[in-house]
């Protein structure tokens, strides 16, 4: 499946989001990452963020999608990073 993962934590906590976000997904810009990932990975992340974040103050928002087939992306001004996933 394909993922966009979008965060807002507290600044203590955004370091180790974004490490442990990035053993799963690409990086593409502040607080977003995306990536085509398997269902049981998936799972480990959504854990391992679980242990991370202060859920009364944290927010991690999943996109997903079972295909990019009907999808598209178009990126006005400075590419940040990335893989380009999103056709």
């Keep these: 499946m394909f993922v966009i993962l979008v965060y807002d934590v507290g600044e203590k906590r955004v370091g180790k989001v974004l490490k442990t976000a990035r053993k799963h ?3 593409v810009q502040n607080s977003v990452l995306e990536g085509n990932i398997n269902e049981s990975s998936f ?4 854990i391992e963020l679980n242990k ?3 859920a009364d103050y944290d927010s991690v928002i999943f996109y ?3 295909t990019t ?3 598209d992306r ?3 001004g400075v590419k940040k990073g990335g893989e380009d ?3």
């Design 25 to 27: 997904l690409y990086w």
């Design 43 to 46: 799972k480990q992340l959504k």
């Design 52 to 54: 991370i974040i202060d």
């Design 64 to 66: 997903t999608f079972r």
């Design 69 to 71: 087939k009907y999808s």
């Design 74 to 76: 178009e990126i006005i």
């Design 85 to 87: 996933n999103f056709f």
